[in-house]
């Protein structure tokens, strides 16, 4: 028998507190495609990163073709034959395509770049796998699903024979994800062997021929995709059986509370990025936005919120125009949010727990008196909410980047909820969370809206628009492309709307709602 | 075996101070100005005894308390604004300015002392003030960087004044390039503290105290950090980033004033042209809030001993020979030091590589 | 009026006043391409030319004191390089503090070892020679002062080509910019950041010492206390202004140089000079608001806290 392609043996990684990777064993045989499966947190990443050589494992040892490895640095993992198509696309936005393509391992004429050689190369490769993109283009220029393209290109250029790919589909709709498995299945067959990293089952059963399932950072269970189910993959994955259904509740919306009409926003070098968006939240609904990353669904919230400028439109609160408001004042108005980016917008992580606690609500007359700190009351009200939400935080004034990702998210969360805002606009709230943190979430989320609050909520995660929303609107472009009920949709309806495709299909009928975003 | 134990606990304590951040920086530094010394000829331990004695004994302990009023001050100027994420670079010009202005008025300004000494410090404070308040609004209204237009606005103050120095307000009785001199009533007065220290020192230990209680007490100390720590996260916490850095740089410029003031009416008496500016005090301060990290009570322990510092050197030059401005490299050596994160103990643990910070961000582990 | 001022005096004057600008502002164009936010041209720039002066002296050769000031230019920009590449210090912080170390440093050594204050002038020191090549210096105007000038003026203009040529075309500064645009992109393949970084701040070390030399063994002979006085930060400016671009960093000094030859020869018909001290500063300030809008990242670089 072959020596299989790649082989893991005992692969060890510690950070400070943590044991990243445990003992992780891994066989690959070749011209498989082999899915890596586990919950955020359960050490797919770290592994990758040291089979990619970005950096050593502790103890363990790596074989590619049955012959053992050390990979200094990526160089040597690239020499060896591996290639990565990382999570956060890995380019250069200024350079061009070619140039991205070709960078580290460039054509040359005498001391200068050959860069018809280059333009050639990427074209030729390009052409030889379908993967369709302009050598000559900015990056910078391109959308999400060309980009990953270019990432599976560098890896090609440098005749990767081992490519990981690590949750590749995380960016792209339904659509463009069926077109990556077909290119995945064509590297396949093309003698290529495919590392799969994703947390998405469904994808497992769909694309791979084996699979190994990480917990905690040990390897708990090596399958045959054929052999196995869903189920026994969760159960591996989790040590118990999940449930991510839908919690959609009687409908019974109340009064309005935040109205958007004909809004549009400019956004980076100019272009319009929301176009004529009009809608309604009401309270008690969760209604849901949906949408590929870069439809104009951040600079609608940040509009929303006061971070961007409306160029036309109005948005209005509770009764009160906000569309010029400052920050402070649509905050008076009744408007929490949890943003996109917690690490950088929602936390401060060199402030401490209680000064991330306060933020938005320290002028507060329970909190201060003529400019100075009620400092007794500031402390009472981050216990309350470290209580409240369980938030697993040490001294109050510990700086809150000693907090785990799902503890510094419920930080956020707590903040916004305890402003008593009639309106929570939550974007992106369980993005890389593990399974416990994300059900928590979707709970105090769920129990705002039975309170009678009025959520606004973006997701790239079409499980949780359909698992939590009232109603779904759905962003293509700009433009909100179709309102659509969560009873009467699947995720490939949604999909459709998602890329535009639902345009060419217009006259037919589209599934499970009507187009035009107004509120009914 | 008693006395080797005591001994190893001796050593680990000498470790342990050795490899304390905070004093680290200081032993590099003493230890590059012996090296510089040495090298060029002199004897740095001579040279680092009278430099210390010169700092405290005889009339030292005055001087160095003397200088530390406008080291403290043009430190605590800066921090207003360092703290608040806003990087002035133009204490210099708002100092330079200000003292300008405080000199003018001290000197045309008909009056009791009562009245002209706080007029001066007025005149000085919103001379300052306005003079910071440009490159505030260039970088809100019109998004230049106030860190550039900052320091080259010092540039241009320092031919204002040196212009009005020359022409308009030329004392010609005397061969220095300098305005008259402050009349004796428009003098900030001495206290009778080892020998006459100037009442400014109450003043800026007043300011220290009063930027402590805001710092650390009031709605805007609590929104300038956080527009330090974390511009887009004041921003969207509803804090008026932009109206603040206006706001911080005018209290900068206004302290920077006065200390300004303070300088010619407490202590030269006439302003002389290029002096404010030759002395180096503005960038001493903005070492010393650098050091300090912004924090007031650390900034009049680092404004003291960097006063102290320069005093000694002045002594150190004169009885040892070994130029005063060694006292400006060690300065510059702990900062450098300090922003290099040097210590000893630390740097194995700290010296990863980067790619682990960036792939396990903070999702390690249990929620 | 006009006649008076734009002659052969003022083309050389402008000459003078660009090199050092230019050659400093090269090297902070190659560290702005890298990524690294270099603000100590200033102190290497002094150091620069107090190491000529000193090389110089010391050897009456002023071959010597170029060599010296390029190796104490490089030798600063090490400081600025280990803190904030490999120790990941605050850029602004470490150059400010470059930038005074370098005042104070120099302001000491120039009593302790030449035993005087503020200026140091001496027949030993040995002034950089000017070259005249035949026949172009001979052009009315612009040819003494292009074509009978110093080896460091000379190098410069090609430098300036050379720099477009390695960054635009060639794998090194692909791999350069790339660098400074995506670090984690570069090292996923392979390319050390750290690596690029510290050639990159090293060259602005070398790149700010030949300016120092020029400033002090070209346009006089002589050191003389802060001498750089803020041509360094124009520089800066000027990376700024021209985008990192050769040809824009080149029309920035240009732009700067003119002004400070400008003031030179005004005062010459009269100006006070304090007032045209302050013109190339103000030259800057307004170039920079005419400018603006293209500064978005630089602001974002230092205002974030």
Not at chain 2, 64 to 88: C, E, H, K, W, Y
């Amino acid at each position: 028998m072959a020596a299989p392609a790649l082989e893991l043996r005992g692969i060890t990684k510690r950070f400070p507190g943590v044991v990243a990777n445990d003992a992780v064993d891994l066989t690959v045989r070749a011209g498989d495609i082999h899915a890596v499966v586990g919950e955020n947190g359960a050490g797919k990443t770290t592994l990758m990163s040291i089979l990619y050589g970005l950096f050593p494992p502790d103890e363990g040892e790596i074989l590619v073709g049955g012959e053992r490895v050390r990979f200094g640095s990526a160089l040597d993992a690239i020499r060896a034959g591996m290639g990565m198509v990382h999570q956060a696309f890995r380019l250069f936005p200024t350079l061009s395509v070619a140039d991205n393509v070709v960078y580290r391992a460039e054509p040359t004429r005498g001391v200068l770049m050959d860069r018809a050689a280059a333009l050639r190369s990427v074209a030729e490769l390009a052409e030889r796998y379908e993967l369709a993109v302009d050598p000559e283009a900015l990056v910078e220029t391109q959308p999400v699903g060309v980009l990953q393209r270019v990432e599976i290109l560098k890896a090609l250029y440098r005749d990767a024979r081992i490519l990981i790919l690590d949750e590749p589909t995380a960016v792209l709709t339904p659509q463009e994800r069926d077109r990556l498995f077909t290119v995945i299945r064509r590297l396949r067959d093309s003698g290529r062997t495919i590392l799969f990293i994703t947390h998405k089952l469904g994808e497992v059963m769909a694309v791979s021929d084996r699979v190994t399932v990480l917990r905690n950072g040990r390897s708990v269970a090596g399958l045959v995709t054929a052999e196995t189910s869903p189920e026994e993959i969760t159960r591996h994955m989790t040590g118990r059986s999940v449930d991510l259904n839908r919690r959609a509740a009687p409908h019974r919306p109340g009064d309005p509370v935040l109205a958007v009409a004909g809004l549009e926003v400019t956004g980076e070098h100019g272009r319009t990025a929301v176009d004529d968006a009009a809608f309604t939240v009401r309270s008690g609904e969760i209604l849901g936005v949906a949408g590929v990353a870069g439809n104009g669904q951040t600079e609608l919230i940040e509009a929303i919120a006061g971070l961007r400028e409306a160029a036309a439109g109005s948005v209005t609160l509770g009764g009160a125009d906000i569309t010029r408001a400052e920050v402070a004042d649509r905050r008076r108005a009744g408007l929490a949010f949890v943003p996109e980016d917690r690490h950088r917008v929602g936390t401060s992580h060199l402030a401490s727990v209680s000064d991330n606690l306060l933020l938005g609500h320290h002028r507060h007359p329970d909190r201060q008196r003529r400019g100075w700190f009620k400092l007794r009351n500031v402390r009472a009200h981050a216990r309350r909410l470290i209580e409240t939400f369980g938030i697993k935080a040490g001294a109050l004034n510990n700086p809150v980047s000693t907090l785990s990702g799902g503890n510094l998210q419920k930080v956020v969360v707590a903040r916004e909820m305890s402003h008593e805002a009639p309106l929570l606009i939550a974007e992106q709230p369980t993005r890389g969370l593990d399974i416990a943190a994300i059900e928590y979430i979707h709970g105090r989320l769920v129990s705002f809206r039975d309170e009678g609050g009025a959520v606004l909520l973006v997701s790239a995660e079409l499980s949780e628009i359909l698992a939590l929303s009232t109603r779904i609107l759905v962003m293509f472009e700009g433009r909100i492309a179709a309102e659509l009920d969560p009873a009467a949709v699947t995720e490939p309806d949604i999909g459709l709307y998602m890329t535009g495709a639902y345009l060419e299909r217009e006259k037919g009928g589209a599934p499970g709602g009507r187009k035009g975003g107004q509120d009914g | 075996m008693d006395r080797t134990d005591r001994l190893d606990r001796l050593a680990q304590g000498v470790r342990q101070i050795w490899a304390n951040p905070a004093v680290f920086p200081f032993v590099f530094a003493f230890s590059v100005g012996l090296a510089v010394v040495l090298l060029t000829g002199g004897n740095p331990f001579f040279a680092y005894q009278e430099m210390f004695v010169g700092a405290v004994t005889g009339s030292g302990l005055r001087n160095t308390l003397d200088q530390a009023v406008p080291i403290i001050g043009m430190a605590l100027a800066v921090s207003a604004a360092f703290r608040a994420g806003v990087i002035n670079l133009g204490g210099e010009g708002q100092m330079v300015l200000g003292g300008l202005a405080g000199a003018l008025v001290a000197i045309y300004m008909p009056g009791p002392g009562a009245l002209v000494v706080p007029l001066a410090m007025a005149a000085g404070m919103v001379t300052g003030m306005l003079w910071a308040m440009l490159p505030a609004l260039g970088q809100t209204r019109l998004r230049l960087p106030i860190l550039i237009t900052s320091l080259l606005l010092n540039y241009v103050a320092r031919s204002i004044t040196g212009y009005l120095v020359r022409f308009p307000f030329l004392d010609d009785s005397v061969t220095l390039t300098s305005t008259e001199k402050i009349p004796e009533a428009a003098r900030i007065p001495k206290m009778p503290l080892f020998g006459g220290v100037s009442l400014s020192l109450v003043l800026v230990l007043l300011l220290g105290g009063l930027a402590w209680l805001v710092y650390k007490r009031t709605v805007v100390g609590y929104e300038t950090q956080m527009a330090g720590l974390n511009g887009s996260f004041a921003r969207y916490g509803g804090i008026g980033v932009e109206r603040q850095t206006v706001g911080v740089m005018a209290v900068a410029g206004a302290v920077g004033g006065l200390i300004g003031t303070h300088l010619i009416i407490g202590s030269a008496y006439r302003f002389i042209d290029g002096e404010l500016v030759v002395s180096g005090l503005a960038w001493t301060g903005l070492l010393v809030s650098l050091l300090a990290a912004n924090r007031p009570g650390f900034i009049l322990a680092a404004g003291l001993l960097f006063a102290g510092l320069q005093i000694g050197g002045q002594s150190m030059q004169r009885n040892a020979g070994v130029s005063w401005r060694l006292a400006q490299v060690l300065q510059a050596v702990v900062i450098v030091a300090v922003a290099s994160r040097l210590a000893l103990g630390r740097r194995r643990r700290k010296g990863r590589r980067s790619a682990e910070a960036e792939i396990e961000p903070a999702h390690v582990g249990e929620v | 009026m006009f006649d008076q001022l734009f002659d052969g005096a003022l083309v050389d004057s402008v000459m003078r006043a660009m090199i050092p600008i230019l050659l400093a502002a090269l090297g902070g164009m190659i560290c702005d391409r890298a990524g690294v936010f270099q603000i100590s041209l200033e102190g290497m720039m002094l150091a620069g030319a107090f190491a000529a002066v000193a090389g110089s002296y010391l050897a009456a050769a002023s071959g010597l004191g170029v060599l010296f000031a390029v190796v104490a230019g490089a030798a600063v920009s090490l400081v600025l390089a280990f803190g904030a590449v490999s120790r990941k210090g605050d850029p602004i912080v470490l150059g400010i503090a470059v930038n005074l170390l370098m005042l104070g440093m120099t302001g000491f050594l120039l009593p302790q070892i030449f035993g005087v204050r503020g200026v140091f002038a001496h027949p030993r020191i040995d002034g950089l020679d000017r070259f005249a090549i035949p026949g172009l210096s001979d052009i009315p105007l612009l040819g003494p002062a292009l074509f009978d000038n110093t080896i460091i003026a000379y190098l410069s203009l090609p430098l300036t080509a050379a720099l477009w040529v390695f960054l635009f075309r060639t794998p090194m500064g692909l791999r350069l910019r790339g660098v400074g645009e995506r670090p984690q992109a570069a090292e996923s393949l392979g390319v050390s950041p750290t690596v690029y970084k510290y050639w990159a701040v090293v060259s602005s070390g070398v790149l700010a010492g030949l300016a120092g030399a020029q400033l002090a063994l070209g346009n006089v002979v002589q050191f003389a206390e802060n001498m750089s006085s803020g041509r360094g930060w124009i520089a800066v400016v000027a990376v700024m202004l021209g985008r990192a671009h050769p040809v824009g960093v080149l029309g920035a000094s240009l732009l700067f140089a003119f002004s400070e030859g400008l003031g030179f020869r005004l005062q010459g018909n009269g100006l006070p000079v304090q007032i045209t001290d302050a013109l190339p500063f103000a030259v800057t300030l307004i170039a920079l608001i005419a400018a603006r809008k293209r500064f978005a990242r630089l602001l974002d670089l230092t205002t974030a806290g």
